[in-house]
């Protein structure tokens, strides 16, 4: 079975300029969750998606970050404009009703 | 709101030999999950060993083991044969019983193994 997966692998951008992050959840896989990590914590929710419906963004950025999953299946993440506080790891993560959430090797982002 | 803590940030053990690492929580569910979860350099984060809160009985997983207290809110992790391979980052995290309830992580705590 595939795992998570995720691209880039890495990611360096300017204040004030704009990226997105890609994730493939493992086939079959209704939930879907990003998180983000900063260097020395914990993973932190930002969005989890039921199929294609949000679930949970009590916690996203909403002035700044957007989340979608078209058709239920691959997800995207925004960030516009970023923050230098926005330099994280990115990790989805992805599960069905019988499973435990398997997660991706996240991306880095830098912003400088 | 459910809170995980790790006070160890920092712990490191003899290449075969036992260490533990502590967690604590604070919920006020009585039905719930923990975990701990491994995170390599690769930064992919690897699922260890998972306790369900109405079981009794403490989880185990070959070399990993763990000590639930319930009343106590304590969920520690002990290693076994400690390997050099067991080095990474290790995160305590909690989730409700829904299915699709979110995970509450701790900080970490990092594990160095000496050879």
């Known amino acids: 079975e595939a795992g998570v997966a995720q691209s880039p692998r890495y990611k360096i951008i300017e204040k004030r300029q704009s990226v997105a992050f890609w994730c493939n959840p493992i086939s079959g896989h209704a939930t879907l969750y990003w998180y983000q990590q900063i260097l020395g914590q914990g993973p932190k929710l930002l969005i989890q998606?039921?199929?294609?419906?949000?679930?949970?963004d009590s916690q996203l950025p909403k002035d700044r970050f957007s989340a979608e999953r078209l058709k239920g299946v691959d997800s995207t993440l925004k960030i516009q404009p970023a923050k230098l506080e926005d330099s994280a790891v990115y990790l989805c993560a992805s599960k069905r009703l019988d499973t435990e959430a398997f997660f991706g090797q996240g991306t880095r982002l830098t912003v400088v | 709101a459910q809170t995980v803590t790790q006070s160890q940030p920092e712990m490191s053990v003899q290449e075969a030999e036992t260490v533990t690492l502590s967690c604590t929580y604070d919920t006020s569910e009585s039905d719930y999950y923990l975990f701990w979860y491994k995170q390599p350099p690769s930064r992919q984060m690897i699922l260890v060993i998972r306790?369900?809160?109405?079981?009794?009985q403490n989880a185990t997983e070959n070399r990993f083991s763990v000590n639930f207290q319930k009343a106590a809110k304590s969920f520690s992790l002990k290693i076994s044969d400690s390997q050099l391979g067991d080095a990474a980052m290790y995160f305590c995290a909690y989730r409700g019983y829904t299915n699709a309830g979110k995970s509450t992580f701790g900080d970490g705590t990092t594990l160095t193994v000496k050879p």
């Open positions: 306790q369900e809160a109405y079981k009794q």
């Open positions: 998606f039921q199929n294609n419906g949000v679930v949970d």
